[in-house]
């Protein structure tokens, strides 16, 4: 959620201040009161963030079972970056393939979550994707869609968001699975600290692979998995 611009050109005032006052021989007394309007701005911005997902919320309710595909798009629109929100909505569309191209086409799918990490740059944790969670429910039944949606999504560090996307090459065709396995494990390979689970789901593609005939593709998997 942005700012007004007349809040943010109060942060940044009150930030230049603040900095000012503590860089001063004696500076509790006015940093004290430039903390007191910090506050005051992000407690007005949390306020107004609040109604926005409360908001967003109970228009995700409202939906029909069949909604329109233009109410989706205006809703997609003002969505927040909450997984919450995001899983609620996913929830609420029924599984149809004209509601996943509009995910798709608003850039629904190319905004996976980092892993978190501390001051250090240490990673604390892989978060979770909806959108990962849901092409892996959904590709059964969209198994091109998704495909083209695996082959569009950004390279990310994520590996739990990772996982997901290699359960669903694996319905995927075959040409879009090789493709998508092509620019996925050098990805995967070049990171020292590998991921056993999302190993193993790289693993299962390759065995799909063999399944449908891929050999020399699958070998290449394996044996790059293997050294």
């Known amino acids: 959620y942005k700012l007004s611009p007349e809040d943010l050109r109060r942060w940044q005032h009150c930030h230049l201040l603040l900095e000012r006052a ?4 004696s500076p509790m007394q006015e940093a004290s009161n430039l903390v007191g ?3 005051a701005i992000f407690s ?3 306020d107004r963030m609040t109604k926005h997902f409360h908001n967003v919320r109970k228009k995700i309710d409202l939906l029909p079972t069949q909604p329109e595909v233009d109410t989706v798009k205006a809703l997609l ?3 927040p970056e909450s997984d919450v929100v995001q899983d609620h909505l996913l929830k609420k569309l029924p599984v149809n393939g004209r509601y996943l191209d509009v995910l798709r086409l608003t850039g629904f799918f190319r905004r996976p979550p980092a892993p978190v990490r501390d001051s250090g740059g240490t990673i604390c944790y892989h978060p979770s994707w909806p959108a990962s969670r849901y ?3 959904v590709v059964k039944q969209f ?3 998704v495909g083209a949606i695996l082959n569009e999504l950004p390279l990310t ?3 739990q968001v990772r996982g997901d996307l ?3 090459a694996c319905q995927i065709p075959t040409p879009m699975m090789i493709a998508w396995l092509r620019r996925e494990l050098p990805w995967f390979l070049q990171h020292e600290a590998k991921d056993e689970h999302l190993e193993d789901e790289l693993g299962r593609v390759a065995a799909e692979l063999i399944e449908r005939g891929e050999f020399d593709e699958a070998s290449s998997v394996l044996r790059q998995l293997l050294e």
């Open 22 to 25: 503590f860089s001063e021989s």
């Open 37 to 39: 309007e910090h506050a």
């Open 44 to 46: 007005s911005l949390l």
């Open 77 to 79: 629109r003002v969505l």
């Open 135 to 137: 092409l892996a429910q």
């Open 143 to 145: 198994p091109a869609e």
């Open 157 to 159: 560090d994520n590996y």
């Open 166 to 168: 290699a359960k669903a």
